[in-house]
């Protein structure tokens, strides 16, 4: 956006949160300042302040909207099929704003977004069978696993298309005698027969089958 767009649009709340996202977005959450936001705007830094509060403000708008875009299934999906929805969007979103997951782990956020967004998850485990109690504990291993798995994604070294080169490098540092399984495994890899990839199903289907025992296991 132009600094000329930027004066001739009135400034909003909207408007400044939806720019700190773009600044977020391509530059990175260091880059995140007042200054820099309303330089992006094209307005003094002051003048956001008729706005928002100040950035603690700013970055609890910023993920309410991060919330907000994940998309959640239609009423009267069946609970498993909709906490899967649920954390294959979540997941999506906080890799589309790799800034995001620190801040939606660390911040007590109570916008609009994310207390419709918990309530819905709530809701949705409670009217399964789970005592509240019981969806408290299932909803926070559930995202406890959304937001280790995205933050491994997006802090991992090696990118999916060149674990298998990266194995056969390792190969030699792995002794069979020393290492025989992470030996093993490795071969698996270079010679192409695992392909090394992390899947979030994978823990996210044993956490939903443990659940479900759970569950199974008030009858």
């Known amino acids: 956006m132009s600094l000329r767009e930027g004066k001739r649009t009135p400034l909003s709340r909207e408007r400044v949160l939806a720019e700190a996202m773009v600044l977020a977005d391509t530059q990175g959450l260091d880059a995140l300042s007042m200054r820099n936001l309303g330089q992006a705007l094209g307005v003094q ?15 609890d708008g910023m993920v309410d909207r991060v919330i907000a875009e994940i998309d959640l299934p239609p009423p ?3 609970w498993k099929a909709a906490m899967r929805h649920r954390a294959q969007a979540a997941h ?19 916008g609009p977004a994310m207390l419709r967004y918990v309530d819905w998850t709530v ?6 069978g789970f005592s509240y109690a019981q969806a408290d504990h299932a909803w926070n291993a559930l995202d406890s696993y959304i937001y280790g798995f995205t933050m491994q994604s997006l802090n991992f070294p090696i990118e999916a298309d060149q674990y298998r080169a990266m ?13 025989p399984h992470m030996r093993r495994m490795t071969e ?3 010679e192409g027969r695992h392909n090394g990839l992390h899947e979030l ?8 089958d443990g659940l479900e025992r759970s569950l199974a296991g008030r009858d």
């Open 45 to 59: 830094a002051m003048s956001l302040y008729r706005h928002v509060a100040d950035k603690d403000a700013v970055l």
């Open 167 to 179: 194995a056969t490098a390792y190969l030699p540092m792995l002794p069979a005698a020393t290492h």
């Open 188 to 190: 698996e890899v270079a």
């Open 123 to 128: 809701g949705c485990l409670v009217d399964a």
């Open 92 to 110: 999506a979103v906080l890799m589309r704003h790799p800034w995001s997951c620190p801040l939606v782990m660390g911040r007590m956020n109570i």
């Open 76 to 78: 009267g999906t069946p």
């Open 201 to 208: 199903s994978f823990g996210l289907e044993l956490l939903l």
